[in-house]
């Protein structure tokens, strides 16, 4: 198992990563999944975002009633 180094930049922590773990981009998402903090590459674009995969949650609805607006009373 690879080690990284974490240490303080301003009022911001860092973390420098191995040469192994070299990220071939700008930005990346972050976040925790149980005990893990979890780095991968943002996408640039959509077209990007879904080619990798990525989908709604189970529970999104796969159709969205549209509505018409209701009558109301003039004010």
């Known amino acids: ?5 974490v240490f303080r930049s301003g009022n911001s922590q860092a973390v420098r990563l191995p ?3 070299h990220i071939e981009a700008n930005e990346v998402d972050i976040f925790k999944r149980g005990g893990d903090i979890i780095l991968r590459p943002r996408p640039q674009s ?3 975002y879904f080619s990798q995969g990525r989908r709604f949650t189970d529970d999104y609805p796969d159709r969205i ?3 018409s ?7």
């Open 69 to 75: 607006p209701e009558e109301r009373d003039e004010m």
């Open 65 to 67: 009633e549209d509505y």
């Open 1 to 5: 198992m690879a080690k990284a180094r």
């Open 19 to 21: 040469k192994e773990f």
């Open 46 to 48: 959509w077209k990007e």
